[in-house]
């Protein structure tokens, strides 16, 4: 067991660095939800901003392991367990709350808002089981019949398939949500990226981490 999860350790993860920023997302989502005072415009629309950013990462991401990720299993037995009917059902409570936000957002309704609140929270504990699933079962089985460099191959289609917006929140969220190792070794992945990128990541460094780590995080990207 500890030489197989040694070798997994070197390999290549497609879930865990984003899962983790989807978790602080999600998070901060859900305590912003609790706090909010239905009856004020300014703190729906603050809601409301967190909500948008959050709700499109959330489709994008379930975009990419659908018609990226979980393809890498076509073919295999495992695929037989791929996770695609949790997705429907994710999918539809990310809806119902997408749909009762809009409605939210036209005028104060606490009680609504209490609701919504509190099914906000019941979707987060459905996606933290699914997350898990993901990084545990189905990640090892992708490793079974993979190699890294098909999972790279994989892993630049669906960023090139991902909105400007939805790189930004994601990035926003994973450069605290992981841990200094894992940030430092992500951010020097993208040394070599053009100037103007990694300006861009380390602008959203300076607003998200204590400045010593973006300090960091700039010379990481070889800014200076």
């Given amino acids: 067991m500890t030489s197989t999860a040694t070798s997994h350790a070197t390999r290549v993860d497609l879930f865990t660095a984003i899962h983790k920023a989807i978790r602080a997302g999600l998070f901060d989502l859900t305590v912003?939800?609790?706090?909010?005072?239905?009856?004020?415009?300014?703190?729906?629309?603050?809601?409301?901003?967190c909500w948008d950013?959050?709700?499109?990462?959330?489709?994008?991401?379930?975009?990419?392991?659908?018609?990226?990720?979980f393809r890498l299993l076509d073919g295999h037995e495992a695929a037989l367990a791929l996770p695609e009917?949790?997705?429907?059902?994710?999918?539809?409570?990310?809806?119902?709350?997408?749909?009762?936000?809009?409605?939210?957002?036209?005028?104060?309704?606490?009680?609504?808002?209490?609701?919504?609140?509190r099914d906000l929270a019941r979707y987060v504990g459905t996606m933290l089981h699914h997350l898990h699933e993901e990084e545990t079962a189905i990640m090892a089985a992708i490793w079974q019949v993979r190699t890294d460099e098909e999972l790279v191959a994989?892993?630049?289609?669906?960023?090139?398939?991902?909105?400007?917006?939805?790189?930004?929140?994601?990035?926003?969220?994973?450069?605290?949500?992981?841990?200094?190792?894992?940030?430092?070794?992500?951010?020097?992945?993208?040394?070599?990226?053009?100037?103007?990128?990694?300006?861009?990541?380390?602008?959203?460094?300076?607003?998200?981490?204590?400045?010593?780590?973006?300090a960091q995080a700039r010379t990481a990207l070889r800014l200076g």
């Fill in 32 to 49: 912003r939800a609790g706090a909010t005072d239905w009856s004020d415009p300014a703190g729906r629309a603050e809601l409301g901003a």
């Fill in 85 to 117: 009917d949790d997705h429907r059902d994710l999918d539809d409570l990310l809806a119902d709350l997408a749909d009762r936000f809009a409605t939210l957002r036209t005028g104060a309704d606490p009680a609504a808002g209490l609701a919504w609140y």
């Fill in 53 to 69: 950013a959050m709700a499109e990462l959330l489709q994008s991401h379930t975009e990419h392991e659908d018609n990226h990720i």
């Fill in 154 to 214: 994989c892993r630049a289609r669906f960023l090139a398939a991902t909105p400007a917006s939805v790189t930004r929140t994601s990035i926003r969220w994973m450069l605290p949500a992981l841990d200094g190792p894992a940030r430092l070794g992500w951010l020097t992945g993208l040394a070599a990226a053009p100037e103007a990128v990694r300006e861009s990541v380390a602008g959203v460094a300076e607003q998200v981490l204590a400045a010593a780590d973006a």
